[in-house]
């Protein structure tokens, strides 16, 4: 069981340290590619938010945003395979800040073939949340410590 445990935790933050390694390498003044993909996405969040508010939302530093990616993603998957729970939580908040930032399915109508994309991928963000979640659950539903009762020693006389 500790093996094949270890080896699931290995495989399952390898998505995320791999993505990581790849964003930090590719990580440059402008913030990389991902950059450019997360302007247009970013710009449209900060429009709906002062929309729904009703004040204006501070412009939004991309290179920050990504920097925090590769941290959550890359600090979170290290520590989730030594089966941290610190590290189950650093993922699982990077999945649910940015699932439905760069999986925005919702603002495309279902013909668009985006749409289908970004569904796909979204639904496949939440069934890795559901898998940290079931992660951290087990966690804390197994005790630290197992007492085993102490057998009574039998008196000799």
């Not at 402008?30 to 993909?37: M, Q």
């Not at 729904?52 to 501070?58: C, D, I, R, S």
């Not at 970004?118 to 007492?147: E, H, V, W």
């Amino acid at each position: 069981m500790g093996f094949s445990s270890f080896l699931g935790r290995v495989l399952f933050a390898s998505l995320f340290i791999l993505s990581a390694w790849q964003m930090f390498n590719e990580f440059d003044d402008t913030g990389g590619p991902i950059a450019k993909e997360l302007i247009p996405k970013l710009t449209v969040l900060r429009r709906n938010w002062s929309s729904k508010l009703g004040v204006e939302v501070p412009e939004i530093n991309v290179r920050q945003v990504i920097a925090s990616i590769i941290f959550l993603k890359g600090v979170g998957g290290i520590l989730f395979v030594f089966g941290s729970t610190f590290g189950s939580y650093l993922l699982l908040s990077y999945l649910t800040l940015t699932t439905p930032v760069l999986y925005d399915f919702f603002n495309y109508r279902p013909n668009n073939p985006k749409y289908s994309l970004l569904l796909n991928d979204f639904i496949q963000c939440t069934a890795l949340s559901g898998a940290l979640l079931f992660f951290i659950g087990m966690k804390y539903s197994i005790p630290r410590k197992q007492f085993r009762k102490k057998t009574p020693k039998t008196k000799t006389f």
